[in-house]
């Protein structure tokens, strides 16, 4: 059964069109570059995938109760507060519950006040009613997984450091569908090789907007080609895409000669 379809789909910047009747399907699993020239309508089609934006015209549907994480280009979340509160928010409604247990616990460990160890036992147990320990130790899992302290401040972070908190925060809920929009904009290339490390372990459905030839080699297994108002499918990695679509450039420019 597929996680999204898309059919006759219509998107527009103005009076210019981007897509025009475009369709394609997305299977459980899949991992996916959308690839074109700027302005094509990847990023507009990424946001009307995750909800956040609405086609001009044609269908989208997707299963029901699928859970789907969008990374947009920038930080859509406040850098005043610590990584560990910004990653658990990625869980909903038990946030609030870990956060609170997560300061408690350093609350105890730097004073050891009675008043601190009276705070943790009443929030330990509150965390217990819920049965939320799974979740706290997938935060931990998350963050170690992207190295970062949880006690660091979010705003303290190079840019590289914000990048994987955002993707912390959305890997955190296990989403079936994972959105990136150009994930590796300003990175280093130690930043890139921890997000692609954590992309290679994520066993949902991943699609990925980006222009970085590296970062998606070996990372994805089917392209996706915005071009003349369309999407083109190729199934194929990118590597073995853009060495196909070279020989044909080759190919045609000794046709012309």
């Known amino acids: 059964m597929p996680l999204i379809t898309l059919d006759d789909a ?3 910047f103005g009076h210019v069109a981007l897509l025009d009747k475009a369709a394609f399907q997305l299977d459980p699993g899949e991992r ?3 690839i074109g020239r700027n302005g094509s309508g990847k990023s507009s089609l990424l ?7 609405a086609l001009d015209d044609g ?28 990653v658990a928010d990625g869980l909903g409604d038990v946030a609030k519950l870990l956060v609170d247990y997560h300061a408690a616990m350093v609350a105890v460990a730097e004073d050891g006040s009675e008043a601190a160890l009276a705070r943790l036992e009443e929030v330990q147990h509150r965390v217990e009613d819920a049965q939320a320990w799974r979740l706290e ?6 963050l170690a997984q992207l190295r970062l302290s949880g006690d660091a401040q979010v705003g303290s972070l190079s840019g590289g450091g914000i990048k994987r908190v955002a993707l912390a925060r959305a890997l955190v ?6 959105l990136l929009d150009e994930p590796t904009n ?3 290339m130690k ?35 915005f071009g003349n108002k369309k999407v083109t499918e190729h199934l194929e990695g990118i590597y073995e895409f853009l060495q196909r679509k070279k020989l044909e450039n080759l190919q045609e420019l000794e046709r012309k000669n």
């Open 47 to 53: 946001k009307a995938l995750a909800g956040q934006a």
């Open 137 to 142: 130790q997938r935060v931990e899992q998350v």
């Open 10 to 12: 219509c998107l527009a």
């Open 59 to 86: 269908r989208l549907w997707r299963q029901p109760g699928a859970r789907v994480a969008y990374v947009p280009q920038e930080a859509d979340f406040p850098l005043g507060r610590t990584v560990f509160e910004t």
């Open 173 to 178: 809920g296990e989403p079936e569908m994972l």
């Open 186 to 188: 300003h990175l280093d």
């Open 32 to 34: 996916v570059a959308l």
């Open 191 to 225: 930043t890139k090789d921890i997000l692609k490390s954590a992309l290679k372990d994520f066993d949902g459905t991943l699609i990925v907007v980006s222009h970085d030839r590296d970062f998606l080699d070996g990372l994805v297994t089917k392209v996706y080609e």
